[in-house]
């Protein structure tokens, strides 16, 4: 899935739309499926994961979370930062399977790509103007949205601090700069489409449209 900087470069990009009225619920809601207890490669739960077309496919179904919190969605931009990071998640795995073919799935594969993303930070937090400002919500623990999963809150405000450390080892190999831009440029312009159809009373996109096929282990 996408990293946490690429997510919050998406929301310095609503943001400056002025399409957000409470940036700091919003910018909560946009990382915390993130808030995890286990490895980033198993985070179902957390992320709406279905797996669909007779087990051939799997997909992000951010329609599942939007019509069990639709009435949050629109009146609390904690819950509208959560779709949306599901919503970006789904158009990730479309950017690197479909539009860059890459489907890794060993641990080699997956330390690789991580280690891109560790390299990406300071790179993106330059370009977007990235801080870690992360608040948790006074009474978070009463929040629906715990009703999805135990989050890891302290896990995932420590891990987005040291998003922001100087990291050098080695250059980007699956991942570049360039894609990275281009993600969060297409991701931006989806979301705020989004957001726009949202606020008339629907969605505008369809969780299949960014279906995955499920590779086979090597």
């Excluded at 789904?90 to 399977?97: A, D, E, H, M, P």
């Excluded at 390299?119 to 608040?135: G, H, P, R």
């Excluded at 989050?151 to 991942?175: A, R, V």
């Excluded at 969060?184 to 960014?210: A, V």
Aim: hydrophobic residues 35%; glycine residues 4%.
């Amino acid at each position: 899935m996408a990293s946490r900087t690429m997510h919050l470069a998406i929301v310095n990009n609503l943001n400056k739309s002025n399409l957000i009225n409470d940036i700091k619920r919003y910018e909560i809601g946009q990382i915390l499926p993130d808030a995890i207890t286990h490895g980033l490669v198993n985070h179902d739960d957390s992320h709406f994961k279905a797996t669909v077309c007779n087990g051939k496919m799997k997909m992000i179904d951010f329609a599942s979370f939007y019509n069990e919190f639709n009435n949050e969605i629109l009146s609390d931009e904690l819950y509208l930062g959560y779709y949306f990071h599901l919503v970006q998640d789904g158009i990730y795995r479309k950017f690197l399977s479909s539009d860059h073919t890459y489907n890794g799935i060993s641990q080699e594969d997956i330390e690789v790509l991580h280690n891109d993303y560790r390299l990406l930070n300071t790179y993106l937090i330059s370009k977007y103007y990235l801080e870690n400002n992360l608040l948790l919500p006074d009474g978070f623990e009463k929040e629906k949205i715990n009703g999805v999963y135990k989050f890891s809150i302290n896990k995932l405000l420590e891990d987005t601090k040291n998003d922001f450390l100087p990291y050098h080892n080695g250059k980007t190999k699956k991942f570049t700069e360039e894609m990275a831009d281009k993600y969060i440029e297409i991701c931006s312009e989806l979301c705020k489409k989004e957001l726009e159809s949202l606020k008339e009373g629907h969605s505008c996109l369809n969780p299949m449209d960014y279906a995955w096929e499920i590779p086979v282990n090597r």
